[in-house]
């Protein structure tokens, strides 16, 4: 199956990661995939929340919005507060950026990630998550680099992409299109030694086999590698 621009069912669309694109933030980098476009902004700041003080450890966070004309039609700001679905994409994106940190090592420091969609074109969570690993290790290169710590807190690198079946096949980094129409898809997170850290999954009209599912995995699996190697060339590792 070729599809509707051209990629083969396993192929992820173009990739750039741009290092340095906000100059005034600790670390950052512009995403690209595709038509998708996310701003990602590493903040560092020399305190934690209050519920954290005491512990000798640190804390990352991120937050996530979608710029007004992200979107074919405009998208409202949400001044009152983040909505339920901003708020569950930022703690996903939370949670896969803690995955890259020893916390302990972070001392009591609070890393803000701040991911804002400039253009979406469908997997927005999960190009945040590629693009917002960047950021912060670059904002942990520069706390070394100022002598606030003596050895990089990163872990290991996290990437993450989306899969789904659409018509019956399986596709790797669904694009808004593909995403709208597919009856099963999957945003898989995971680290560069190949454990996962999330699988958010659902079926849109009958339940999925288990074989099925493994499939998808395998191949969000294989995506997520070549999103690693895309990191680690841009880091310059």
């Known amino acids: ?24 933030a600790e670390g950052s980098a512009l995403i690209v995939c595709g038509n998708t476009r996310v701003l990602c902004a590493a903040s560092v700041e020399e305190s934690v929340p209050g519920w954290m003080r005491g512990q000798g450890r640190g804390w990352v966070t991120a937050e996530y919005a979608l710029l007004p004309r992200s979107t074919h039609t405009r998208t409202r700001r949400e001044r009152a507060g983040a909505s339920g679905r901003t708020q569950e994409i930022q703690r996903l994106i939370g949670r896969s950026l803690r995955a890259a940190v020893r916390l302990e090592d972070l001392g009591e420091r609070l890393i803000t990630i701040d991911c804002d969609v400039l253009q979406a074109d469908g997997g927005t969570r999960t190009a945040a998550i590629t693009g917002g690993y960047v950021a912060l290790a670059l904002a942990c290169t520069r706390l070394v680099a100022d002598g606030k710590l003596t050895r990089s807190p990163l872990a290991r690198a996290v990437a993450a992409v989306s899969a789904g079946s659409v018509a019956g096949e ?11 129409s597919a009856d099963m898809d999957c945003n898989v997170v995971m680290t560069s030694s190949g454990d996962f850290v999330e699988l958010q999954g659902t079926a849109e009209g009958a339940p999925v086999p288990r074989q099925r599912l493994d499939a998808l995995i395998d191949l969000a699996a294989a995506g997520v590698r070549e999103l690693l190697a895309i990191q680690h060339r841009t880091l310059g590792l």
Do not use: C, F, K, W
Request: hydrophobic share 35%; net charge negative.
């Open 1 to 24: 199956m070729i599809r509707h621009d051209g990629r083969a069912p396993n192929q992820l669309r173009p990739v750039t990661i741009t290092p340095g694109a906000a100059p005034y």
């Open 170 to 180: 399986l596709l790797l980094d669904l694009d808004y299109r593909e995403d709208s």
